[in-house]
């Protein structure tokens, strides 16, 4: 093995996965791993990490996957992060109490006082509610906040020792003027007067945060002079590692949450909340929509028959599409999009014989599907158009699944075949930065790779999915639309 390497690293909620790859021959070489758990809590809707965990695991990921490789041949090296956690930092650059994670809700308060300040819904899931928390909450730990860091930003800070954010990761706080991609100081003026200051300096998708620390270059058997590229948050990472860096090409994850995003030369500002206005890791923008019940509810179906994927997929596929007017509301643990956290699942157009697991399977893929589908039809309105769907996650991997949403979607399918994405995306931006070339014209020549399946829509099945996904979204308002 010959060429450069550069490492990836996604710091996530349940882990840390590092990859080495080689940029001369386009492929990911080794890869690492650790993971860890959130804070046992018994308060409601906490959900917390210290980052002293973050730099533990990644570390331990990092220098599994350098094990194989030749460590002096590591020329940079970017990280992931899992969006919005709330870092805080005091004078002397230590945590001054666990980080508040995205899937902290402990701030709903906070967000509902925001959200009419600023007539703009904001999730309790984005930094800014959590920041107000700290301050009304715990005002000795907020007399001692000197800067607010994200997680991707605190390994930054490990590596360099240098305090800095980027816009992709900067979007997902709610204080931060996207179209514009700096600070928003009138909503962090009315958290505290004091708050902007303590904000890092922002820096651009191709800049170098700076060498690693002689500590870390120790640590890791790595040469002094390997630069840091920015970074960014996962979904912005992930974009990256599944080649989307053009307008039209848009990503699609099947996991426990549903996630659909992609490029935009434009900014797309929704202040019902439903499109997350992110900014994306190259200078444009990232649209994305999140759903809560994805896998989750497929997976109720399965179980509760009892049977494996297989069996109950082949059952599915003899049920036709739209299942015979069957629709499930998938929202069985409340949903974020919409804004329904008090929704719960629900089935109509039940008749004599309609309780068989092929057909509820096929309704459950319907309904998460029409989530989806609801975010991309909302994007349109603001003029964002796709032209293909890059599909990963658990859910990727059905066939049955696959179908359905190409001709929901009425769109071709690509399947990339790297898992960690996100990682993958982060030693590309890396190698990109550290070659002084934009990171969409350095991905352009090193491709990430792609299955050679494209499922291609059926047009005759538009209309009958069209109407079914009119019942799921009228039926919807009807029951949880306040």
């Known amino acids: 093995m010959s060429g450069s390497l550069f490492l990836g690293l996604d710091v996530g909620t349940q882990g840390c996965k590092a990859i080495v790859y080689n940029a001369k021959e386009n492929k990911v070489v080794s890869r690492g791993a650790y993971n860890y758990e959130i804070l046992k809590s018994d308060v409601p809707g906490r959900a917390e990490q210290h980052p002293s965990l973050w730099i533990q695991g990644g570390v331990a990921a990092l220098n599994e996957a350098l094990s194989s490789v030749d460590r002096k041949s590591v020329k940079a090296l970017s990280i992931s992060g899992q969006q919005h ?68 930003d605190y390994f930054n800070y490990f590596l360099t020792g240098r305090y800095c954010m980027e816009a992709g990761d900067a979007s997902g706080t709610g204080l931060f003027d996207t179209a514009n991609r700096t600070y928003d100081s009138k909503r962090l003026g009315s958290i505290d007067s004091g708050l902007e200051d303590k904000f890092p300096q922002l820096i651009g998708p191709n800049e170098v945060v700076g060498t690693i620390r002689s500590e870390v270059a120790q640590e ?40 659909l995003f992609g490029l935009s030369t434009k900014p797309v500002l929704d202040p019902s909340g439903a499109v997350s206005p992110f900014c994306d890791a190259t200078g444009s923008w990232l649209p994305l929509l999140c759903t809560m019940n994805c896998t989750t509810v497929t997976e109720e179906v399965r179980k509760s028959f009892g049977l494996d994927h297989e069996t109950i997929t082949q059952l599915a596929e003899k049920e036709p599409a739209g299942s015979s007017g069957v629709n499930f509301l998938p929202y069985i643990t409340g949903e974020r999009t919409p804004n329904w956290p008090h929704s719960s699942g629900v089935l109509t157009g039940l008749r004599p014989g309609s309780m068989r697991p092929g057909l509820l399977y096929r309704a459950a893929m319907e309904g998460a599907t029409f989530s989806l589908l609801a975010g991309l039809k909302k994007m349109e309105s603001y003029g964002v158009k796709a032209r293909e769907i890059r599909v990963v996650g658990g859910g990727s991997k059905n066939r049955l699944w696959r179908r359905i949403i190409a001709d929901s979607f009425q769109l071709p399918l690509r399947f990339p075949t790297e898992p960690e994405s996100a990682a993958l995306g982060a030693a590309l931006q890396a190698a990109a930065v550290h070659a002084g070339v934009a990171t969409p014209e350095f991905i352009d020549s090193h491709s990430p790779p792609l299955a ?22 009228q039926i919807g308002k009807q029951i949880f639309e306040p």
């Open 85 to 152: 956690g709330f870092v805080p930092v005091d004078k002397s650059g230590e945590v001054i109490r666990n980080a508040k994670l995205w899937c902290d809700v402990e701030s709903v308060e906070e967000a509902k006082q925001l959200s009419k300040e600023w007539d703009w819904t904001l999730v309790p899931g984005f930094t800014a509610s959590k920041i107000l928390w700290l301050k009304n909450n715990e005002p000795e730990n907020f007399s001692k906040l000197a800067k607010v860091l994200l997680p991707h």
């Open 452 to 473: 050679d399946l494209v499922v291609e829509p059926d047009a005759s099945k538009k209309d009958v999915y069209e109407a079914a996904f009119q019942r799921h979204y």
């Open 220 to 259: 890791l058997g790595l040469s002094l002079d390997v630069q840091v590229a920015p970074g960014s948050g996962d979904n912005q990472m992930s974009a990256l590692g599944a080649g989307a860096v053009h307008e039209g090409t848009w990503v699609m994850s099947l996991g426990t949450s549903g996630t």
